[in-house]
């Protein structure tokens, strides 16, 4: 009964009418990618996620994928591979590709809007497609000329589809620790050794040949992350001519057991003694690693908003139907025998919080895919150089807080049902088994602190929230006599000071002492994911009364926006707060006396 209607009305407004991301792909030298095109084509990512994935979803988490351990294969839920088929049948496994390796090459941003109908409708089915473009993003960067001809052209076809072999049983996040080996071959190649888990699509029944891409180390390597290499190992054996040999020495173990999305294959991996071939430099994988990583991870972020657009649609369609209690101040539906959820204003405190965030949200990943165009197309090197420390600023932004935020409202919109988001048969609780794991994968919401704080903010001097701080002084001087935008610009104006001077105290006392940076990291990246979205809110009410919309639409985005700095914005405060207590009060206490 959980449904799912592509938000396309909102999705076009966010990149033609606030971002301008029509007007930017013309400068970016992207002719062919005409409103008309980008409108059809979007048209056509809602006809089919609607009407293709979605009616798949409740299917593959209530069927799963099946391993035989016998075989090693993977079968996967009835009715994902047809529709596999019919997605690379239509094309839209290479729409951001480059053309000379037979993709569409329409821009990076635009691809996000798809990806995020794409997870909304099927969140298990789309991680297929996720990993593959992941694979193509490491090898259009790092592969040469014939491993892009050989491994790059069927991934983008859709053929054959990719993988990241990263992680193994004792490493966690710590790659460092990583004990796979590859020995070199007379002939070129490499007998790449060891065990990794949590790959997710690492077998299935979609394609022939699957294309892993693995961390591993050579015999002379050197110890931690300075001596891991990367390797193009498939499952089918595959010549330097493309010629497809015999089974390669790889093999699914097993498959994991989880919490949620059921549909999405994770598997540990096996290789044997499998043939690969070296991708970029010997011991400089994680070069190539990070290319992959940082894409996945803005993909993840998607995850996150795909899932907090859907859960908000089906529970803003039960409270408008559910009767239940009457309004405080007297009777709505008085011919009814009570009125609908939608009067009370819990319910109205969640659905906005999911509005607000999704919504927000939105304009918040879809800013940061822009920058990976510019990255892409610009040939103004100055500009690519702002566009890379921006993009690395928001990145840990985007996943770590679009994650958390689908955590959070799941759980608003399984409320607004009671009891019955509870129980299976309306959706609900798939939807918050679903959203748990995207604070953990690709990173978890600790590392994406640790990587905004002091990675991307002390180690590169701010350079990053510099230009963010820059872009709200810019909005806010444009629109400071502008009487209806006083509401929005003067409180955006003066949070964005604080950033600012927080930043800098934090700096300070890490200075002291490194432990204030582990601190203070979480909830750093909450206090910018928070003044981030109040920006572009802001952007988005004076975008809506700029543009041609009806009042309605106007009404619901300022009103949207009143509550979001009402009652969103202020949470900056207690993490604020959190902040400036310092280090002391987590690190007090001995390790020993925990349980005492």
Same mark, same amino acid.
């Given at each position: ?10 999705? +076009? ?55 035989? =351990? ?125 065990? +990794? ?19 591993? &180390? ?15 190992? =498939? ?61 996945? &991870? ?27 209690? &009457? ?12 009125? =609908? ?6 319910? &109205? ?6 509005? @607000? ?27 690519? +150089? ?122 300070? +006392? ?85 349980? @005492?």
């Amino acid at each position: 009964m959980n449904r799912y209607t592509a938000p396309v009305r909102d999705m +076009k407004f966010a990149l033609y009418d606030v971002i301008e991301a029509d007007k930017l792909y013309a400068k970016l030298g992207a002719e062919h990618a005409t409103r008309d095109l980008l409108d059809a084509v979007m048209d056509e990512a809602a006809r089919f996620t609607q009407t293709v994935l979605a009616p798949l979803s409740s299917v593959g988490d209530e069927v799963g994928c099946v391993f035989d =351990p016998a075989t090693g294969d993977v079968k996967t839920p009835p009715g994902f591979k047809e529709a596999y088929a019919q997605f690379v049948e239509g094309g839209w496994a290479g729409i951001t590709a480059p053309e000379a390796m037979g993709g569409q090459h329409l821009p990076e941003s635009f691809g996000a809007a798809l990806k995020e109908m794409i997870d909304a409708a099927n969140l298990s089915w789309g991680n297929y497609p996720l990993l593959s473009h992941g694979a193509t993003e490491a090898l259009k960067h790092h592969g040469e000329a014939w491993q892009q001809e050989v491994f790059l052209k069927p991934i983008i076809a859709g053929t054959w589809t990719g993988t990241m072999c990263l992680t193994e049983p004792h490493c966690g996040s710590d790659l460092g620790l990583l004990k796979t080996k590859a020995e070199p071959q007379a002939d070129g190649t490499y007998k790449v050794s060891g065990t +990794k888990i949590f790959i997710t699509g690492g077998e299935h029944d979609f394609t022939d040949n699957i294309i892993h891409l693995v961390l591993a &180390r050579l015999p002379d390597a050197p110890a931690g992350v300075k001596g891991i290499s990367l390797f193009i190992v =498939p499952k089918m054996k595959v010549a330097r001519d493309g010629t497809v040999g015999e089974r390669n020495a790889v093999r699914c173990g097993s498959i994991e057991h989880k919490m949620g999305i059921h549909g999405s294959v994770t598997c540990v991996m096996n290789f044997d003694g499998a043939e690969g071939y070296l991708i970029g430099q010997p011991n400089k994988g994680l070069n190539a690693m990070f290319t992959m990583m940082n894409t996945a &991870r803005l993909a993840v972020g998607l995850q996150g908003l795909a899932l907090i657009d859907r859960a908000y649609q089906n529970a803003l369609a039960y409270s408008r139907d559910r009767l239940q209690g &009457r309004a405080l101040s007297g009777a709505k539906e008085p011919g009814k025998p009570a009125d =609908p959820l939608i009067v009370h204003p819990d319910i &109205r405190r969640m659905l906005l919080t999911c509005k @607000s965030l999704a919504e927000g949200g939105r304009l918040l990943a879809l800013h940061a895919a822009t920058l990976v165009d510019v990255l892409e197309r610009s040939t103004d090197e100055t500009e690519r +150089k702002e566009a890379d420390v921006l993009l690395g600023f928001l990145t840990p932004i985007v996943k770590g807080l679009l994650t958390e935020w689908g955590n959070e409202c799941t759980y608003h919109a399984l409320q607004c049902f009671g009891g019955h988001g509870y129980v299976r048969e309306w959706g609900m609780e798939q939807l918050a088994r679903d959203a748990r794991i995207t604070t953990i994968y690709e990173g978890t919401t600790g590392i994406q602190a640790l990587d905004l704080l002091g990675r991307k903010t002390m180690q590169l001097q701010g350079a990053g929230l510099q230009q963010f701080l820059k872009m709200i002084q810019a909005f806010c001087t444009q629109h400071a006599t502008d009487a209806t935008m006083t509401e929005f610009v003067l409180p955006l104006a003066e949070i964005a000071k604080q950033w600012g001077e927080l930043t800098m105290e934090v700096g300070k +006392k890490a200075m002291a002492n490194a432990d204030e940076i582990g601190a203070a990291s979480v909830d750093y990246l909450f206090y910018s994911g928070y003044v981030a979205l109040a920006f572009w809110w802001a952007k988005a009410v004076a975008a809506a009364d700029a543009g041609s919309h009806g009042v309605d639409f106007k009404t619901a985005k300022r009103e949207t926006a009143r509550f979001y700095f009402a009652r969103i914005l202020p949470r900056t405060q207690t993490h604020a707060a959190a902040m400036r207590s310092g280090s002391g009060n987590l690190l007090a206490l001995d390790a020993a006396l925990f349980d @005492s």
